[in-house]
């Protein structure tokens, strides 16, 4: 089956170039490629293994976050080609450099602008989530579905990533917390943050940055098992949207009543 076909591939990937350098890297391994921007070996040789091999599943562009640093053209794929693949194969970057386990590697497959499947392997968790669309949500075989939040916002637990939010907004946030049981910043790793949305331990997770390798797995992930992925303006993701502001939540009462404490 072609679902599991990319999951090894992406298991592979991490055991060839990702596993061996952990708590491993050699100088000159590690480069900026952006102001706060951190990029490793791994992250490169990750990527041209996943994406030499993606091709021979399914024959598409393959729009590589670390390919697409070097040419943004590559984005075009989303909106012209019939199908894409979005790789990100090291999630959480910095984390991996600072010896956290906080990381992962990530895939989905667009067909005409609509996510149809996605995976994000954990692989110092040795955990894999695969997602179909219309088929459901899936953790290491097991189907998922996302119970409801509860209604009471002091009882909800959530992230709010800040970093790329103007002052004003940023403020708007941090006096929401206090309402909350919980508000934290967030892993610095989207495929960490999705899986912990969906396995029930936040109820929801607001995102500024939205680049399309980071969210289309995670979002696929998360609507198949049940819950909500909305613009602030309450519209629908698509990957190839560039507009900033993803929220992420349980289901949709828990958006609704999240998104006045949070968003203007």
Same mark, same amino acid.
């Given at each position: 089956m072609w679902i599991n076909k990319v999951t090894e591939i992406?298991? @592979?990937a991490a055991e060839i170039a990702i596993l061996p350098r952990f708590r491993a890297l050699a100088d000159g391994e590690v480069a900026e490629k952006s102001p706060g921007e951190v990029v490793t070996v791994a992250d490169r040789e990750a990527e041209e293994l996943i994406s030499r091999r993606l091709r021979g599943v399914v024959d598409a562009p393959v729009v590589g976050e670390e390919a697409?640093? !070097? @040419? #943004?053209?590559l984005l075009m794929a989303l909106r012209a080609a019939p199908a894409a693949w979005l790789v990100d194969p090291l999630d959480g970057t910095a984390n991996f450099v600072a010896g956290r386990s906080e990381y992962a590697v990530m895939a989905a497959l667009v067909r005409d602008g609509e996510t149809v499947a996605a995976w994000i392997v954990r692989p110092a968790e040795g955990c894999?989530?695969?997602a179909e669309r219309g088929s459901g949500a899936w953790r290491d075989g097991v189907r998922v579905r996302r119970e409801p939040a509860p209604s009471d916002p002091a009882a909800l637990r959530g992230a709010a990533l800040t970093r790329f939010l103007d002052p004003p907004a940023k403020a708007q946030v941090e006096a929401a917390a206090p309402r909350f049981a919980a508000l934290g910043p967030g892993t610095g790793c989207a495929g960490v943050d999705y899986p912990r949305l969906l396995d029930g331990e936040q109820d929801f997770v607001l995102f500024q940055r939205t680049l399309p390798w980071d969210h289309? #797995? !995670?979002v696929l992930l998360l609507t198949e098992a049940g819950g909500v992925a909305r613009r602030p303006d309450g519209s629908p993701y698509r990957p190839a949207d560039p507009r900033p !502001?993803?929220?992420?939540?349980a289901d949709m009462d828990c958006w609704n009543t999240v998104r006045p404490l949070l968003l203007s």
């Open positions: 992406l298991i @592979d697409a640093a !070097g @040419d #943004p053209r894999v989530y695969v289309a #797995p !995670g !502001g993803l929220l992420n939540a």
